[in-house]
């Protein structure tokens, strides 16, 4: 056997014995397939860190925590499968939702089941699990078109009646929220008005009490004006036996009396 076909062989070998590690089992795989989830966990984490990683290690590790309740560690496990090379990221998305959702963090919840959406539009599991994270922060619009594309796109669905019963609900409310918006615009409307009218009155009585006051003012003034005339006048001297030329003077006539 020449160099270059070795070369070949072994590369060959190589390539094979990788094809067949990764789509062996591995021990934590077979653990958490035998419901020993606490297992499992301790084992695949092993496996990651001797860089033994599958294409579904990541996946089977957040399920194993999830089953343990441990649900931050299950997402967290999902997320570090999200940069693995060899991971079903869209399967890792739809997982870390359904755990998201479980934990009640419906919005992120939502954002993951989109994600999966946008990988792969045919995913209709995750439809219509964003519908429900949707429905759950009453997004309702969001809610009606999601459970309709389901519907639409898994007819044969054992949860179709209900499904459909959850339309007409959405559809109902949705109609509901609509004329609750129209009454509630009304009503503001009325209030404004309302408002306006009370401070317009407000205006016009505040405005008649500064007249009033003024005219109070003004007539108290003029009282004061004429007191105070009336007190000069009463203090100025017109009697003519009182009024002089000067200090002690005599008024000197230079001519006669005509009258005897």
Known sequence: MDGNMKKRFVSLFFIVS?????????????QFKANNPSGAAVLLESEIQRGEISADTYNFLGLAYFQLGEY?????????????SYADRKKLCFN????AYASGDYEK????????VAVSPQMYSAVLNRANARLMQKKYGGALDDYKLYVAAVPDDPQRDS??????????????E???KIRLAEEQKRIAEENERMQAEIARREAEQAAAEAAR?????????????????SLQQTDTTNMTAGAEEVLDYEYESELD
Do not use: P, W
């Open 96 to 99: 870390e939702g359904n755990v």
């Open 217 to 233: 003012k003004a007539e108290e003034e003029e009282r004061r004006r004429k007191l105070l005339e009336e007190v000069a006048n």
């Open 178 to 180: 609509e004329q609750e």
């Open 18 to 30: 990788a094809m067949a590690f990764l789509s062996a089992e591995s021990e934590g795989e077979k």
């Open 163 to 176: 499904i459909i019963r959850l339309i007409s609900y959405l559809e109902e409310q949705l109609a509901f």
């Open 109 to 116: 919840a939502e954002n993951c089941f989109s994600l999966a």
């Open 72 to 84: 931050a560690k299950s997402i967290d496990a999902f997320e570090r499968g999200m940069k693995s």
